[in-house]
């Protein structure tokens, strides 16, 4: 069964604009890690951001930011600023607190148009 | 450069042929996985470790193998390779110590079974 829902094959952004991408995961755990990684053409998988399930602030690290709804069990992240550099595959990923393994969503490709 | 390292970065097998891929962490971290990703379904889990001479089964095992006798490598074996197994590998390690905790990933091995 599908832990991690990606329902965003592909998303296409004007450069300088603002995307979101939607995650949505199934779990009963209260307590739990949620990531989202960046595969560019390189293949090389890069952590962009992640969410301890106990912190109610949204984490953010400089253009990225994430919208954690626990009750909703969404996790969704904005690329705010578009550059062509973040042309990629996106993963959204979710790790239990009681367990090592790592689900992964089937991704979003990210398109920049200059 | 610390990380984890892959060997080969692509290979080509016949099918029913045998191979080992190679994956080497030097970070000193107890957990490793191997994963497969193919188009449109992420990143699934093959089997992983979570210390020296442990091994389990992830998601999707049959057909693989894998061992670890020393803590810094992981091998994920393939006895009879079948066109099914075409896909890119991925290993990975992990820490959950301290602030900077988290996955690391291999550049990945592209294995083509024709």
């Known amino acids: 069964a599908q832990t991690v829902t990606q329902s965003q094959p592909e998303m296409s952004v004007q450069e300088a604009e603002t995307v979101t991408l939607s995650c949505t995961y199934d779990t009963s755990e209260s307590d739990y890690y949620l990531f989202w990684y960046k595969q560019p053409p390189s293949r090389q998988m890069i952590l962009v951001i992640r969410?301890?399930?106990?912190?109610?602030q949204n984490a953010t690290e400089n253009r990225f930011s994430v919208n954690f709804q626990k009750a909703a069990k969404s996790f969704s992240l904005k690329i705010s600023d578009s550059q062509l550099g973040d042309a990629a595959m996106y993963f959204c990923a979710y790790r239990p607190l009681n367990d090592y393994k790592l689900s992964f969503g089937a991704g979003t490709t990210v398109t920049v148009r200059a | 450069n610390a990380g984890v390292t892959q060997t080969p970065k692509f290979r080509v097998l016949k099918t029913g042929q045998s191979m080992t891929l190679l994956c080497a962490q030097d970070m000193n971290h107890e957990y490793m996985y191997w994963y497969r990703q193919d188009p449109g379904m992420g990143l699934r889990l093959i089997h992983y470790?979570?210390?020296?001479?442990?091994?389990a089964k992830g998601e999707v095992p049959d057909g693989y193998n894998v061992s670890r006798l020393k803590k810094q490598n992981f091998l994920l074996g393939l006895e009879s390779a079948a066109p099914s197994q075409t896909s890119v590998y991925f290993c990975?390690?992990?820490?959950?110590?301290?602030?900077?905790?988290?996955?690391?990933f291999g550049s990945g091995t592209r294995l083509t079974v024709v």
């Open positions: 990975a390690s992990s820490s959950w110590t301290g602030t900077n905790y988290g996955y690391t």
């Open positions: 470790s979570v210390g020296e001479g442990t091994t």
């Open positions: 969410q301890e399930a106990y912190k109610q």
